[in-house]
């Protein structure tokens, strides 16, 4: 997996690759894209903050505390989910 992300970012940052694309796509193209895939970004992101906040109330209503969510990146997707530190004890489930 680490030399794949190596190889893919090391191709992304090859001006001269770079150069060549720019050149070979229609800016019509591009904008078309970017449109499709601005919703399905911001609704994955929606959908993560909604699942942190879930866990933040049962987290409340278990009577603990917890840290804000750190977001953990993806080459794919952006992000893939969140860890979020516990800062209380967890209750025992057998009390």
């Known amino acids: 997996m680490t030399s794949s992300a190596y190889a893919l970012g090391t191709l992304a940052l090859n001006p001269m690759l770079s150069a060549r694309i720019s050149g070979a796509v229609s800016a019509e193209a591009v904008a078309s894209v970017t449109g499709l895939a601005e919703p399905a970004i911001f609704g994955l992101l929606f959908s993560l903050a909604m ?45």
């Open 51 to 95: 699942h942190e906040v879930a866990h933040f109330g049962v987290a409340c209503s278990g009577g603990f505390r917890i840290g804000a969510p750190t977001l953990l990146p993806s080459l794919s997707f952006g992000t893939v989910g969140a860890v979020t530190r516990i800062k209380t004890p967890v209750p025992d489930r057998s009390r």
